[in-house]
């Protein structure tokens, strides 16, 4: 079991930045990697940023790539997401999620969900 605890949300206005934390607990926690999923209303969730514990295998999502950088903090069982040149399309609730990298890079399997941060990006 691995329990997940997200914080760091808040509101911020275009431009801006923010910077979410996930820690993680459990006997099984080092069995998988960290990433960031979020859904903003009447959409579907999608996925923002993986990494391993390692930092090994990082990637992102093509619509914060390059403003979003994702990394982990072993010794704090943390997992951290510095989300820069924030934008209104940004907002959304965003959880945390323990896995694994799958081949294509363009999600991540998910075990375990964190209960959610929101973030709100003002124009």
């Known amino acids: 079991q691995v329990q997940l605890v997200e914080s760091g949300g808040g509101l911020v206005q275009a431009g801006g930045s923010l910077r979410l934390s996930c820690t993680a607990s459990?006997?099984?926690?080092?069995?998988?990697?960290l990433g960031w999923f979020r859904q903003a209303p009447g959409k579907d969730r999608e996925f923002v940023a993986f990494?391993?514990?390692?930092?090994?295998?990082?990637y992102y999502a093509d619509s914060v790539q390059g403003r979003f950088t994702i990394s982990a903090d072993n010794a704090k069982i943390t997992v951290y997401l510095q989300m820069d040149g924030l934008k209104p399309e940004d907002t959304a609730i965003y959880y945390c999620?323990?896995?694994?990298?799958?081949?294509?890079?363009?999600?991540?399997?998910?075990?375990?969900w964190g209960q959610g941060t929101q973030v709100t990006v003002s124009s």
């Open positions: 999620a323990a896995g694994h990298p799958v081949a294509s890079r363009a999600t991540m399997s998910t075990f375990y």
């Open positions: 459990g006997r099984t926690v080092g069995g998988y990697g």
């Open positions: 990494t391993a514990w390692s930092g090994a295998s990082t």
